[in-house]
């Protein structure tokens, strides 16, 4: 997968780097309390998320739906040991509150549909090739928290993870080990939008990390994902 030694050509002011067996995401807020999350057990493509910050202007500009102006801590490829292709987003945040995370979904959604659109000026690139993954990383939440979100979910009528309370109880605290499949139909702020097959995605993964109390980094293997 040279996908990284192409986009060093088009782009050669962003960091597009490989990494043998390890690769760290950052959070560079100098207030951040979640301040790392380190990806091991791979060789790892690094994409460098700022090329997608740096796309948000143009959205902002153009007047385009917001679900375009938002980006992700971390984006990385990588071939797993299973022999399949996937593409990993990272998001962390320093605190569990029901918005934050609500709105890491959406991070990571406006990553890939930008990051995509960059991916197929690429020879090599195929969406179809990816599974696609997205990681919001965050510290526990207060139990009180956590019962007043419970009370909001049912106070709050509407569609599948229309709601802060529907997405992010789902996400921490489903049957499925802290992860939910989401569909572009799932995304209301996709919804109406002219997007075709090749600038959508067909799914994302996303999983809910929580980094343990009084800890600011997390070391994930990536086998235990695939």
Not at 114 to 133: A, E, G, W
Request: net charge neutral; charged share 25%.
């Amino acid at each position: 997968m040279p996908f990284c030694d192409d986009l060093k050509v088009l782009f050669p002011n962003y960091v597009m780097e490989y990494h043998k067996g390890s690769i760290s995401v950052k959070e560079k807020s100098a207030s951040a309390k979640v301040r790392e999350v380190v990806w091991c057990n791979a060789d790892f493509q690094y994409i460098d998320p700022t090329i997608v910050k740096d796309m948000t202007s143009f959205f902002q500009k153009s007047g385009a739906p917001d679900i375009f102006h938002a980006d992700c801590d971390g984006i990385m490829i990588f071939e797993g040991n299973d022999g399949r292709k996937y593409m990993f987003f990272s998001e962390l945040k320093s605190s569990f509150d029901s918005s934050d995370i609500f709105y890491a979904k959406d991070q990571i959604i406006s990553s890939y549909l930008k990051i995509n659109l960059i991916m197929h000026l690429l020879r090599c690139y195929n969406p179809d090739d990816f599974i696609v993954k997205g990681f919001i990383i965050c510290l526990p939440p207060d139990r009180n928290y956590l019962r007043d979100l419970y009370k909001q979910q049912f106070t709050k009528p509407g569609s599948k993870y229309s709601t802060e309370a529907d997405f992010t109880l789902d996400l921490c605290y489903n049957k499925e080990k802290q992860r939910v499949l989401l569909t572009p139909s799932d995304c209301h702020k996709l919804k109406g939008l002219p997007l075709g097959n090749t600038g959508i995605f067909r799914n994302i993964e996303f999983h809910y990390i929580e980094v343990p109390k009084g800890c600011s980094t997390i070391t994930l293997d990536v086998a235990q994902y695939l």
